[in-house]
């Protein structure tokens, strides 16, 4: 696991680890290596024996750091897609009280008044900064970034900053509680939370983009392990406790055979590293 104890990845990862020790009979536990961006997860887990007995709680960071860091200590090459989890959507929201009452509104004013309007994220590069970047990218608009370590949320909230993409577990509690307006979900699919909000797609914004969460094996594991490691996590993702742990954290429940998370990583890395590449954003 690439990020520390307590976060909604790391719980649904010792929900796995659980579920995987009482399907395969095999002690599983969750060892955390956050830090750098998740590159010193990575790291262990690309350089840890291709016998199965390692596997990599993935996240976005797995396809997106490779467009954004001039050098690492590892590549997606390294590792064997077992299941795609869940996806992690985000919102576009503005404060209750601000004037924009449709995306098109505020990049069109994001258009005509260039670098005024701001937007917050997580820091360069992070999945919200990228994500934000496609719909600034398609429509031509121009806002100013600020990053933040917490997100800037509370300054959203405080009037400091104009709009911000977040992911829906931070953004609608806020929306429920009629603190802001939600403008956009980053969906294939309307939100069922908020099946009133348009999808980037409706909108014209560009392609669906999501935080995901994935397992993967060591490259070079034995087909035979993959196989069983597979099965055992398809079971775990067609149950009605996974899904519903999932949906406590305002996720999308996945599943699905490795042939498919690996076609879905190719098409996720091309959609990610042409935003990245337009923008020209490289991190030392």
Known sequence: ??????????????????????????????????????????????????????????????????????????KPSDFTPIIHLLDVPFV?????????????????????????????????GSANHVAMLQMLQVTDAKMIHVPYKDGGLNDLLGGRIDCSLDVTATTIPHITSGALRPLVVSTRQRLEELPDVPTFEEARLGVPLYSWNGIFARAGTPPEITTRLSSALQTI????????????????PRGGTPEEFAAFLKQDSDNWGRIVAKAGIQIE
């Open 1 to 74: 696991m690439t990020l520390p104890a307590g976060t909604s990845a790391d719980t649904m990862a010792r929900f796995i680890a659980e579920k995987l020790h009482a399907g395969l009979g095999q002690a599983v536990w969750v060892d955390n290596r956050p830090g750098a961006s998740s590159n010193i997860g990575y790291q262990a887990a690309a350089t840890a024996p291709a016998d199965g007995y390692t596997l990599l709680y993935g996240l976005l960071s797995v396809i997106l750091n490779p467009h954004l860091f001039k050098t690492l200590s590892f």
């Open 92 to 124: 576009l929201v503005v404060r209750a009280d601000s004037p924009y009452r449709t995306v098109q509104e505020l990049m069109q004013a994001a258009k005509a008044n260039p670098d005024k309007l701001t937007y917050p994220s997580y820091g360069l």
């Open 237 to 252: 993702a067609s149950r009605a406790d996974f899904r519903k742990k999932v949906k406590e954290f305002l996720q999308i």
